[in-house]
């Protein structure tokens, strides 16, 4: 029973998980009319991130230091459109 209950509760994580990532793909498709994929590369950016630090850090400081390392990577993106990290051009 268990068991059970652990797979039924990992069921609905990973559904979750996977909800999570197709709206954010809904919504970037719904506002720009344009297929981005760069979630995909963003989430292994992450978790490889995540898995590395738990190596070296633990469970618990890696779980705060990955998604803002890896979302402050997306929002600095060089070369991207509108990043939080822009530039201004030299005078």
Do not use: E
């Amino acid at each position: 029973m268990d068991l059970l209950l652990l797979q039924l509760l990992n069921g609905l994580v990973s559904g979750a998980f996977y909800a999570l990532l197709a709206l954010g793909l809904a919504l970037i498709l719904s506002l720009t009319r344009i297929i981005n994929l760069a979630h995909g590369g963003f989430l292994v950016v992450g978790a490889y991130l995540g898995y590395v630090l738990t190596g070296l850090l633990g469970f618990y400081p890696a779980l705060l230091l990955a998604p803002p390392w890896s979302t402050s990577r997306g929002a600095c993106r060089p070369g991207g459109r509108g990043g939080w990290c822009r530039r201004k051009a030299p005078p």
